[in-house]
Structures are given as structure tokens and as C-alpha cells.
């Protein structure tokens, strides 16, 4: 399945827009789909901006600043040679340095990482932070690798990368297959090459090395304040509530562990092998040490649980009952008849932790039905928001405690939902987050190029 947004007709304004982004980018679908949810719900803004069509915003907003693809040799544990293909596109730096992170994983395509870089101009935006939008990556797959392995897949990747890196210039942070013994191998590479010592340069990092509290739990926590407020317009909370989240990385087991904090009950969590339905609630310090400290598979955990968790093999974790959907582990992840599923047996809101896990056809489905719907790049930006918060320590040479950091987090999430519901209010579509999100991410990133002439 492909990323599936809305494949609509457009307003002949943008409709010509993204013709050329189709041409230019031919076969890219995940990045197409990407571009035409913002052209999409961007035309009226558009239509009010006069300005913005005569210095050709749009085209430029959807033409990468800059593309670097390049080969990534290294040896394996026997000695036998591999290559992989690595990218970096640095896509919108009117707001400050590229920013976003690398991911690594098999499927990994120009499509893919455009798409991610896209989505992460607005998200990185939406912050009201002062970094621009960029993702990389490569088609190499961290399953089953060995540390020494990863570490010269590591060492290679960032062999080529360091000479398009800085920490005013571009500063990567980890994704799905990538992070803190990645992000540590990529930083030693960056010093030992450049040598300088620059911190700034990458976030993520460990807390003995730069790093900042709060960043590995940030995107989960983050997804879960942003919902936890989009409730609260509705008058009610996460507590007692059921909720299922998909996934078991970095963002879905902080999920889990936020969610619970509220008084929800998190009944199941997935990876690509099935999920775990639990129906006392994750036991979360357990997957912790099966995902983080084990590295095994999510089969471990129920094992681990006995009597009490049933792992379901190849099974869909969108087929658990919830009242509350928080799907953070990949692109069209929930489809159609998921949502349709869902929806029939009471769910009030989904929140995405992933980018863009929704099929267009769900999210039609969950706006017509009235669920709150906070889609990722207000949802999940509390991970790249606290990215920010560690440059800004990197900078000072400070670091700041727990607690500071993660009020500061909380702060962040609950002005990007303030953001998303007056925007939403003022061009007439109240309580559509979704369109909230785009504009005044949008906005906030046209008016900046405005402003710095014909770049
Ligand atoms: N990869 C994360 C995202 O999708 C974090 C990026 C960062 O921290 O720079 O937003």
C-alpha cells in the first residue's frame, strides 16, 4: 500500500503546482501524496495571498533546496562486501537549519525520504522554532546486525554526510533504525573527520555526550499531551480510557508509558512480526527491557507476561477494540476499513505518532465521523521540538533537568494545538486539526521565504 492522502481534485491555482511535482519527481508517490494533502488544503490561503502566487511560493515550497544521494560501501562480520544508497535532502532552511532525522530501513526510497523531508518543513514550523526541514537516510536494514556491523555501516554513512553537515547548516537526529548507538557511532565518525567537537551537530544523543533529558521519550510524550489537549476541548481525558498504540519503538513504548501516566489502560502494542493485545495493560518497564535492552521481538514480551498477554503472529493491532487510537509505527499503517472498524465501536480520537500511519480513506472517515484527529505533523513534533531544546543547550554548553525539559515540552505541544485550533477556526473548518496544522504551518514557512527575497 502507498501513502494514500485525499487523491482529490485541486484548485486550478495548485492543480498546475503539483503537475510539475509530478513531472519532476516521476513514480514518487509517497512524495506526491505528501504534496497534494498541503496543496490541497493550502489553495484558499493561497487564494487570499496574491503575493504568494506572483513569487511562485508554492513551486518553489515543493522543490527541495538541495538533494544528496550517495553510496554507502562496508564490510560485514565475514568479511563480505555490501553497498547501500544514502540520502540527505536538505528541503527548507527559510526557518533555520535543516533539520530531521536518518532513518534506515529496507524500504527507504528518494519517494520516501522526500515525503519525510516535506512533512517535516511544516511540523519543524508548526514548533515556532527557529530550525528548517530536511531527512536522509539509506535502503540498509539494521535487523539481525551486529554492533560492529552497525558501526561501519555507521562510520561509512557519515564518511559522506559530514561534508554537508553543521550545526547551522544541518543537523540530523535519529528515526525509525536509528538511535542513540547509531547516533553515537555517526557523532564519532563527524568528530574524528572534522575534528571539532561540535555538539550541535546532531540530536539524539546520549546524556553523557551532549544529549538532552527528555529527547528519547519527547515524540511519544509529545503525541499524548497533543491528544490529552484535544480532549480536553471535548471535555473529557485519557483516564480510563482504552487505548491501543501501534508499534513498540522509541515513540509507541514512550506512548504507552505517557498514556498510562494519565490513567488510560494501553492494551496493545505491535511490531512487524504481530502484535500483543494485554487486556490488564502494558506492562511498559517490561517492553522496555524486551525492545531496548533485549532487542527482541515483541513475541518476547508475551512470553515474558504468561497467561496474562497473547501474542497474535502477523496479526493487525487495529483490529483491538479502543476508544482512543495511537498509531506510531509507520506510513499507511491503518486503512479504511480499520478506521471504518474503529469508529463503529467507539472511538473518540486518534493521535499520530508516526508520519502519516492514516490512509487518506481513514482520515476522511474519522472527519466525517467527528473524531478528534491530530495528524502527525502536530502530533509527533514534540520529538524534533525537544531536538530544538538540545541545540539550544548544545549551544550554551548547558543542560537543563528533567523536569524543566519536560515542562517545556508540555508548553511546546500545548501552543502547537492552540496553533491548530485558532487556524482551523479562522478559515472556517473549527476543530479540523488537520487543516489547522498545514496552514498555519504553511503560513509561517511562506511568509519566511517571503521575506528573504528569491531564494
Ligand atoms: N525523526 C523525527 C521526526 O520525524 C525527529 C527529527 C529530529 O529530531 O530532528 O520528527
Known amino acids: 500500500m502507498l501513502t494514500a492522502r485525499e487523491p482529490l481534485s485541486l484548485a486550478p491555482a495548485v492543480a498546475e503546482v503539483f503537475e510539475t511535482v509530478k513531472r519532476r519527481n516521476p513514480g514518487e508517490l509517497e512524495f506526491h501524496r505528501a504534496v497534494h494533502e498541503v496543496l490541497e488544503i493550502v489553495a484558499p490561503v493561497v487564494e487570499r495571498h496574491p503575493e504568494y502566487v506572483e513569487a511562485k511560493l508554492l513551486e518553489r515550497i515543493c522543490e527541495p533546496e538541495r538533494q544528496i544521494i550517495f553510496r554507502v560501501p562496508w564490510t560485514d562480520d565475514r568479511g563480505q562486501v555490501h553497498v547501500n544508497r544514502g540520502y540527505r535532502v536538505e528541503f527548507n532552511s527559510a526557518l533555520g537549519p535543516y533539520k530531521g532525522g536518518l532513518r534506515f530501513a529496507p524500504n527507504v526510497t528518494a519517494s520516501i525520504v522526500k515525503f519525510l523531508g516535506f512533512e517535516q518543513v511544516f511540523k519543524n514550523a508548526l514548533t515556532g522554532m527557529p530550525i528548517g526541514g530536511g531527512k536522509g537516510g539509506a535502503d540498509f536494514d539494521p535487523k539481525g546486525r551486529s554492533d560492529g556491523e552497525i558501526m561501519r555501516f555507521c562510520q561509512s554513512f557519515m564518511t559522506e554526510l559530514h561534508r554537508h553537515l553543521g550545526e547551522h547548516t544541518d543537523v540530523p537526529a535519529g528515526d525509525a533504525g536509528v538511535g542513540e548507538r547509531e547516533l553515537g557511532f555517526l557523532f564519532g565518525q563527524y568528530k574524528r573527520i572534522t575534528n571539532r567537537y561540535e555538539s550541535g551537530v546532531l540530536t539524539g544523543k546520549g546524556i553523557a555526550w551532549g544529549g538532552s533529558q527528555v529527547r528519547p521519550e519527547a515524540t511519544g510524550y509529545g503525541t499524548v499531551y497533543f491528544v490529552e489537549e484535544m480532549l480536553r476541548m471535548r471535555d473529557t481525558s485519557f483516564d480510563g480510557r482504552t487505548v491501543v498504540v501501534s508499534g513498540s519503538g522509541n515513540v509507541a513504548v514512550h506512548a504507552i508509558e505517557k498514556a498510562q501516566q494519565l490513567g488510560a489502560r ?98 476522511k472517515l474519522f472527519r466525517e465521523a467527528g473524531v478528534a484527529f491530530g495528524p502527525g505533523k502536530a502530533a509527533n513534533a514534540g520529538g524534533v521540538a525537544t531536538s530544538a531544546l538540545e541545540m539550544q543547550q548544545n549551544a550554551s554548553r548547558d543542560s537543563w533537568t528533567f523536569e524543566y525539559t519536560e515542562r517545556r515540552l508540555l508548553e511546546i505541544m500545548r501552543s502547537i494545538h492552540a496553533t491548530c485550533y485558532e487556524t482551523a477556526e479562522e478559515y472556517g473548518m473549527p476543530g479540523d486539526y488537520l487543516a489547522g496544522a498545514n496552514i498555519a504551518g504553511f503560513v509561517r514557512v511562506a511568509d519566511a521565504m517571503l521575506a528573504l527575497g528569491l531564494i
Open 266 to 363: 494501553v492494551v496493545a502494542c505491535s511490531d512487524s512480526s504481530g502484535f500483543v493485545h494485554d487486556a490488564d495493560g502494558i506492562d511498559v518497564e517490561l517492553l522496555k527491557e524486551v525492545k531496548f535492552v533485549e532487542r527482541a521481538r515483541i513475541s518476547a514480551y508475551a512470553e515474558r507476561r504468561g497467561s496474562r498477554a497473547t501474542f497474535v503472529p502477523e496479526g493487525c493491532v487495529w483490529d483491538v477494540d479502543c476508544e482512543i487510537a495511537l498509531p506510531c509505527a509507520t506510513q499507511n499503517e491503518l486503512d479504511e476499513e480499520h478506521a471504518r472498524r474503529l469508529i463503529e465501536r467507539g472511538l473518540i480520537a486518534v493521535g499520530e505518532g508516526a508520519n502519516m500511519p492514516c490512509t487518506a480513506e481513514a482520515v
